[in-house]
């Protein structure tokens, strides 16, 4: 495409930086108007956006300039690594985000969509200080700042959060069929698509619970206090959890969970297809602490003490019998 080199050195850093999110209001509007200026222009960004050597660019920014860095980062891969792992197998790599649409619907629409692969979990900084870990075969999105009276994100699959106090602006996590409102707070949603139940766990602080559909039967829990929202049935009642963050500092921990679920949670850790061919591992309920650091194999053997299971290996596809 005929951009000329000066050109590109100078429209080069605010695009990556319009896709990293970290462009301030002026760069982003600079970028709107270039796009619109021209087909060439056009056709450029789209080049770049839906291209995978789009993220090796960015890392290579990030890296070689500093002044372009990412608040997010994904455990136990280097950024670089990552985006092009992202863009190459994902395709649409961990930031899913259109400019056409933005420039469309308006900056209040704008959203960030983080995805996670099996086998990691990764950790952002929200623009408005809150903390949030992001589990494995999870999505996130986002918006880059959030505006109006209310602090609104999405959630299919795991998070956990430490949200940034803020009294006059509650934070709210649309997950599934659930949603959850907290002021400042620590707490955990699951609520991958698959599983019957979207569990909420409270660490710290308080939390309102309540079904999209059924605004008004909302759940209050304080400290340690867990909900789960049977999802088949649209029942929302107290629950126990025992640490379920556990995963963000490497742990598998299950507590009186069906078998099956916790094969779930194998094939999410450690990026396998488990098929299980023993009828009476449906109704085995297990408890447990694993270290997501040691081979399935060590987690297998351990589960199947007590328990007349065997299992074998080929590559990422486990069958257990």
């Known amino acids: 495409m005929n951009i000329d080199p000066t ?10 930086r319009f896709l990293n999110h970290t462009a301030s209001s002026d760069e982003i509007k600079t970028i709107e108007e270039w796009v619109n ?26 890296e070689t300039e500093g002044q372009h860095k990412t608040n997010a980062s994904i455990k136990g891969i280097p950024l670089r690594r990552f985006l092009y792992y992202a863009a190459a197998v994902l395709v649409i790599g961990i930031i899913s985000y259109s400019l056409a649409s933005y420039i469309q619907m308006g900056e209040t629409s704008r959203l960030t969509t983080l995805i996670v692969p099996r086998g990691q979990h990764a950790e952002l900084l929200l623009s408005d200080g809150t903390k949030v870990w992001v589990n494995a075969e999870s999505q996130f999105s986002y918006p880059s700042v959030f505006r109006g009276n209310k602090r609104e994100v999405i959630l299919k699959g795991e998070a956990f959060f430490k949200v940034k106090s803020d009294p006059t602006h509650p934070f709210i996590v649309h997950a599934n069929q659930l949603s959850v409102m ?11 698509p698959c599983d019957k139940t979207i569990r909420v766990f409270l660490k710290k602080g308080k939390l309102h ?3 999209n559909a059924q605004p008004e039967r909302q759940m209050v829990l304080l400290a340690s206090q ?62 447990g602490d694993f270290n997501a650091n040691d081979p399935i194999e060590t987690v297998l053997e351990a589960m199947s003490v007590g328990h007349v299971y065997r299992y074998k290996i080929d590559g990422k596809k486990i069958v257990i019998y």
Not at 9 to 15: A, K, N, Q, S, T
Not at 39 to 56: D, G, Q, T
Not at 260 to 276: G, K, N
């Open 7 to 16: 050109e590109k050195e100078r429209i080069d850093p605010l695009i990556a």
């Open 37 to 62: 200026q021209n087909n060439v222009h056009k056709r450029y960004f789209s080049s770049l956006k839906n291209n995978f050597a789009i993220a090796s660019m960015f890392a290579d920014n990030m």
């Open 182 to 192: 907290a002021v400042g707070t620590q707490f955990d949603v699951s609520a991958y």
């Open 209 to 211: 619970v309540y079904p």
């Open 226 to 287: 867990s909900a789960i929202y049977n999802v088949d049935k649209h029942i929302l009642e107290a629950g126990e959890l025992s640490n379920p963050e556990a995963w963000k500092d490497g742990h598998i921990t299950v507590n009186m969970e069906q078998f099956s679920d916790i094969v779930r949670q194998l094939e999410r850790v450690y990026s396998v297809d488990i098929t299980v061919q023993n009828p009476k591992l449906d109704t085995l309920v297990l408890s």
